[in-house]
């Protein structure tokens, strides 16, 4: 068979009034097989009335030319169906609940599916569905598509496509896995149906899809699915088509894609469509689709990019005040530089530091969170703000600018990323509270308020209030100042 283009009628009982006149409108579309869907427990054999029905519909086809395919369920079947009642052993039932009262004394007839479980030997299963094949070719079938084809095995696969002789075969990877779906190389499928019908046109999976499915067989691409209904527009039906025929060896076009058009004027525009695709993907069928993601002229798109270490990273927090053999001085941002080594050995990848600007001095906390510091205790790192500056300043025993930059290229130099803590408190003695008094809650007695979280209490930490009518927008350009100074420093702040 050429390059596939086919149109697929749905399930076999609304394909039987199909008239001798519709298939030549359809072969005239520029379509060379036809296709339909056989319910699972239709495919039981020997049934005379199925035989005959695809039969007629196999002659009807045959006088225009066409190949007659039959879509196949072979992995999700009625819980009633024979093979399942002869080999229960093979499958694994879903049940399902109908909503109605439950009579244990009745037997129902069973409900929900049976999936086939390929890790069990599948001798009978590989007879049962030759069997079946082999009597639907005899009928005049052309060609076979099996759904849910990823769940099926290489095994079954392969066997029934080796047994078949020369017969188009179609694997339909809609909604499979991808690993199982790679199972399937070298099964012997011609071709592979994608999951176009469910691409916006703008996300990777579809390019991705896609490289993957080629290695298993040329690609075809699903125009539509025919249990979905088609784009309203006409317009956006065409362009539908477009990227299927630019995208796919071969096409399969359902038939309700065709119908509810806008207009005759419309309808007969999409069906110039029709007949330009199928003429693309037939005179362009030896050629294998390889596609990629590419930038070009477009709308604008925002798009928000993470770093690597955004998706997983390993933090070391270090506490650089303590790196110090002297507990009468700080350790400075320039001992730490001399940790790198030590901290990206045990495979850190982020040095996180707690604040590193000016403490205050009232009720500062001394050590181990007593209440009352002791000469010479430096407090709380959270406790920002003195007369040496706020939160856009370096507490002067830690170091300077220049030694914060220096900290910084020996980090890049190591491979490691710098984060550090911007916690937006103030100790009583910021210079925010002289500059902006309204940024800060008070009590009735016009005492300012410490935070607390009981049953704790931090006297020496005041909390800003975002919403009081000063702070808002002042407080919050305010807090972007020192956050945007650590950003070009650059810092990054959590």
């Known amino acids: 068979m050429p390059t596939p283009t086919i149109f697929h009628l749905g399930a076999l009982a609304g394909a039987t009034s199909l008239t001798a006149a519709r298939i030549k409108e359809i072969r005239t579309l520029g379509f060379s097989g036809l296709i339909v869907s056989l319910p699972d427990l239709a495919c039981i054999t020997p049934q005379p009335a199925l035989v005959e029905r695809v039969a007629k519909l196999a002659r009807l086809c045959h006088s225009e030319e066409l190949v007659l395919l039959c879509e196949l369920e072979l992995f999700n ?273 982020v040095l996180y530091l707690p604040p590193i600007h000016p403490i205050g001095h009232t009720n500062r906390k001394g050590a181990n969170n007593t209440v009352n510091a002791k000469p010479g205790e430096p407090g709380s790192s959270y406790a920002i703000g003195s007369a040496q500056g706020g939160h856009d300043a370096i507490h002067p025993e830690l170091g300077s600018f220049e030694d914060f930059q220096a900290l910084l290229a020996a980090c890049r130099d190591y491979g490691i990323e710098f984060a550090l803590d911007f916690a937006i408190q103030c100790s009583p003695d910021h210079p925010w509270l002289k500059e902006h008094p309204g940024w800060f809650d008070y009590r009735p007695d016009g005492s300012i308020k410490y935070a607390e979280n009981p049953p704790k209490k931090y006297e020496d930490i005041v909390n800003l209030d975002f919403y009081k009518p000063d702070a808002c927008p002042a407080l919050w350009l305010g807090n972007g100042r020192p956050y945007a100074i650590w950003r070009v420093t650059p810092a990054r702040e959590t």
């Open 77 to 349: 079947l009625d819980p009633s169906h024979p093979l399942v009642a002869a080999q229960p052993e093979l499958f694994a039932l879903r049940p399902s609940f109908s909503g109605g009262i439950v009579d244990p004394r009745q037997r129902d007839r069973p409900q929900g599916r049976a999936l086939l479980r390929t890790e069990r030997p599948i001798a009978a299963v590989v007879e049962f569905w030759a069997e079946v094949i082999g009597v639907l070719r005899r009928a005049g079938c052309g060609g076979f598509c099996l759904r849910q084809s990823g769940g099926l095995g290489p095994a079954l696969c392969a066997r029934l496509i080796a047994d078949a002789g020369k017969t188009l075969w179609i694997a339909d990877a809609t909604a499979q896995d991808w690993a199982r779906m790679l199972q399937l190389r070298g099964c012997g499928f011609d071709h592979v149906l994608g999951s176009l019908p469910w691409w916006d046109y703008r996300h990777s999976w579809f390019v991705e899809e896609h490289a993957l499915l080629s290695r298993i067989a040329p690609v075809m691409s699903h125009v539509e699915s025919w249990q979905k209904l088609p784009p309203l527009r006409t317009q956006a039906r065409c362009a539908r088509l477009a990227v299927a025929a630019l995208a796919g060896v071969g096409l399969l076009l359902p038939a309700g894609f065709v119908g509810m058009s806008e207009a005759e004027d419309r309808q007969q525009q999409l069906l110039a469509c029709i007949r330009a695709a199928n003429r693309y993907v037939s005179e362009t069928g030896a050629t294998r689709r390889r596609l990629s993601q590419r930038t070009g002229p477009c709308a604008p798109v925002l798009l928000e990019a993470e770093r690597r270490q955004a998706c997983f990273s390993s933090w070391y927090e270090l506490f650089l005040r303590s790196l110090t053999t002297d507990k009468r001085k700080h350790g400075t941002l320039r001992a730490v530089i001399e940790e790198l080594p030590r901290i990206t050995a045990m495979g850190f990848d």
